[in-house]
């Protein structure tokens, strides 16, 4: 089968197509044959050298990606049977394997794909959304009539944040810069704040739970704006000791979350898919042979929703 591999952490020149044996499947797992894949900021980190790469980089051959959408062909399970349409985020933060035609997945990191969305929808509904669920359901218990803010909410995981908050009974505000107000708008979201041209410093303290997509100094101007008592979960770069002494100051819960695979989360993602109460915003898809000009496109650090590659 192709797969991409990575031999050494570098530029996209380093995302090598390999022919490579097809997974054999261990008890507990499915062979996925894979029609979607998405691409996050960890992915292109993690190609660079840096994000979960120090965990996985002893691996061989070691294949990015880890979100997946695709059809069982081989099932050593009684969840899932050979033809069922199937999706979710692989072994994450391990060696999900995902830039691959065929990706072998626990089932219990699986779950069946909505029939009312695509494979590209699906496969953008995996990393980024769990993301969003995690932080915002089992992490910050986000209640109706609280103030949510959500940082970078026209990237990944800040689209599905929006529209989660929104449907939780949340008044939501989302931040972009001014090109991005009305995709955000859109999505739900009660208020709008350009970045790139607010006074932090003057905004009343009212959020009572703040999703940071963005890291650095997005954390510093977030405890300006913060409830005591509230919460802020950064995901990119986690609280560095000063700001997370500065957030316990104030009586605010500052700390990182890294997302994990369960099935059971990802059911739950179906179930809103299937209800119409996610839609994924799928805003580029690149066939597989360009894998590197996908990685380009996050790096840019400019992509409204997702990237999608297809097989």
């Known amino acids: 089968m192709k797969a991409i591999v990575v031999n050494n952490p570098g530029?996209?020149?380093q995302l090598e197509f390999q022919e490579i044996a097809r997974p054999i499947l261990q008890t507990g797992e499915v062979l996925v044959q894979v029609k979607a894949i998405s691409i996050n900021p960890v992915d292109v980190k993690s190609r660079a050298g840096k994000g979960v790469y120090g965990r996985i980089k002893n691996q061989s051959p070691l294949i990015l990606g880890w979100d997946i959408s695709g059809v069982?062909?081989?099932?050593k399970v009684e969840q899932f049977k050979t033809g069922d349409e199937v999706f979710g985020m692989v072994n994450f933060p391990g060696h999900g394997k995902a830039y691959a035609e065929y990706v072998a997945a626990a089932a219990s990191q699986l779950a069946l794909k909505p029939a009312n969305i695509s494979h590209?929808?699906?496969a953008a509904s995996t990393l980024a959304a769990l993301t969003a669920y995690q932080a915002m359901v089992h992490n910050a218990n986000v209640q109706a009539g609280q103030k949510v803010l959500v940082h970078a909410a026209s990237g990944g995981v800040g689209h599905f944040a929006v529209q989660l908050a929104k449907y939780l009974g949340a008044h939501v505000t989302g931040t972009s810069s001014a090109r991005n107000k009305d995709f955000i708008l859109n999505l739900g979201a009660d208020?709008?704040?350009?970045y790139t041209a607010y006074d932090w410093a003057s905004h009343p303290e009212e959020f009572d739970f703040v999703l940071d997509g963005v890291g650095g100094e997005t954390v510093d101007k977030s405890l300006l704006v913060t409830k005591r008592g509230s919460t802020i979960i950064s995901i990119p770069t986690g609280l560095n000791e000063a700001v997370t002494e500065k957030a316990k100051a104030k009586g605010?819960?500052?700390?990182f979350m890294l997302v994990q695979s369960s099935g059971s989360d990802m059911q739950q993602v179906a179930t809103l898919l299937e209800k119409g109460i996610w839609k994924a915003h799928v805003s580029e898809i690149y066939p597989f042979e360009q894998m590197a000009s996908a990685h380009l496109q996050v790096e840019s650090g400019r992509t409204v929703g997702k990237v999608v590659v297809t097989l």
């Open 11 to 13: 530029d996209v020149s």
């Open 72 to 75: 069982v062909t081989e099932s």
């Open 120 to 122: 590209e929808e699906a």
């Open 191 to 194: 208020e709008h704040l350009d």
């Open 252 to 255: 605010v819960n500052g700390y």
